[in-house]
């Protein structure tokens, strides 16, 4: 329903943004042919920042020459949790849902790009609900992400104490534990004439020389995560057939909310290693401040500034794509891992998506057709 809902949103929103834009760029086009040189027009700031936001280097950049564009990806996303107490018993779970692939058509307009993807196969979780939306332009970023987990945890690595029992207790099933995250990342790139995230992520220009930029920005998260830590000890019973191993009680908990405001830079380089081919690295490293909600049995609430609420967040994206202006094809990449770290209690959430896909660009601009 949230899916569903989130393409309904955009389809009627974006049409709007890219019409305006669309009028202020003919707009300004009809101006540079119309105005005498003798009785130059000024601008007014409207034009003048639309002109500014899509400045590029063409020596570098070449914009994108089409009006439409449709596609057809394949999409895989992924979530991993590792919940973890650094007193004496040092003991830590890592938990990983089932994958899952899905898979569908996108239909593209100016800058105005919806779709609806159908998950493949009969044997998943249909409470899962997982949103993803970037948009890309030359100067600024913006992800949201909104993702649900259903209860198709699997154990992946065990350790209590000194002992691992990863072997023992690897791929078993757990339907004690839920997650959820909500966020938004926005960050400028610096060297936006040069270098071209759009390129990578967004096919809609294409990096014609090779080229990096600093980036910089802000974010907003919030985790919530349930366990049930009774079954948990339970499983362990059962599977290690011993009762000697007592879950600590900072993992004895039935839900936590926990949220960080971040403030975030990295590097990413655009790699033009042969004709119409390319290939993005980039990272991120946020600090995060960080509250929670929901303690741990044990503990208590305290809600005062500390240092041990200051944690790092990574973000990572890569990308290979072939675009020859007509038709283009790749494969994308982008990794999110969050931490989270109290007196007893530490949690990562590592979760992303990887993307695969192929289009074809029509409907050739007026300007780049021949006379």
């Given amino acids: 329903m949230m899916k569903r809902l989130s393409s309904i949103i955009i389809a009627l929103l974006l049409p709007i943004l890219a019409l305006q834009a669309e009028q202020a760029n003919d707009s300004l086009l009809t101006d540079t042919t119309t105005v005498k040189e003798s009785e130059p027009r000024k601008e007014n700031v409207f034009k003048r920042m639309f002109r500014k936001f899509t400045d590029i280097d063409e020596n570098y950049i070449e914009p994108q020459r089409y009006l439409f564009t449709g596609m057809l990806q ?125 390129a990578a992520f967004a096919q809609s220009t294409r990096q014609r020389r090779s080229c990096g930029s600093w980036m910089a920005g802000i974010g907003y998260t919030r985790n919530t995560l349930s366990l049930d830590y009774e079954k948990l000890q339970a499983l362990i019973d059962d599977k290690l057939d011993t009762e000697d191993i007592q879950l600590d009680s900072g993992l004895q908990f039935k839900s936590a909310a926990y949220y960080d405001i971040n403030v975030s830079a990295g590097y990413a380089y655009n790699i033009v290693f042969a004709k119409n081919f390319l290939v993005c690295v980039g990272g991120q490293l946020a600090v995060s401040y960080k509250e929670s909600s929901g303690r741990t049995n044990g503990m208590y609430k305290d809600n005062r500034f500390s240092f041990r609420n200051i944690a790092p967040n990574l973000i990572g994206r890569f990308a290979i794509v072939y675009n020859n202006s007509r038709w283009y094809a790749g494969f994308s990449a982008i990794v999110r891992s969050n931490n989270y770290q109290d007196e007893r209690f530490t949690a990562n959430n590592t979760f992303g998506n990887t993307n695969l896909y192929v289009g074809y660009n029509f409907g050739l601009k007026k300007k780049y057709r021949k006379k």
């Fill in 74 to 198: 394949a999409t895989y996303t992924y979530d991993i949790y590792t919940l973890r107490c650094d007193d004496s018993q040092k003991q830590s779970i890592t938990f990983a849902s089932d994958g899952s692939m899905k898979l569908g058509p996108y239909f593209g307009w100016r800058w105005v790009f919806a779709g609806y993807m159908f998950t493949l196969g009969t044997n998943y979780d249909k409470s899962k609900t997982e949103i993803d939306f970037s948009f890309y332009t030359s100067q600024i970023g913006i992800d949201l992400f909104y993702r649900r987990t259903g209860s198709d945890y699997r154990v992946r690595n065990a350790k209590f104490g000194d002992a691992s029992y990863t072997k023992t207790l690897q791929n078993i099933s757990f339907d004690g534990v839920q997650s959820g995250i909500t966020g938004l990342n926005l960050y400028y790139i610096f060297n936006h004439r040069r270098f071209s995230y759009p």
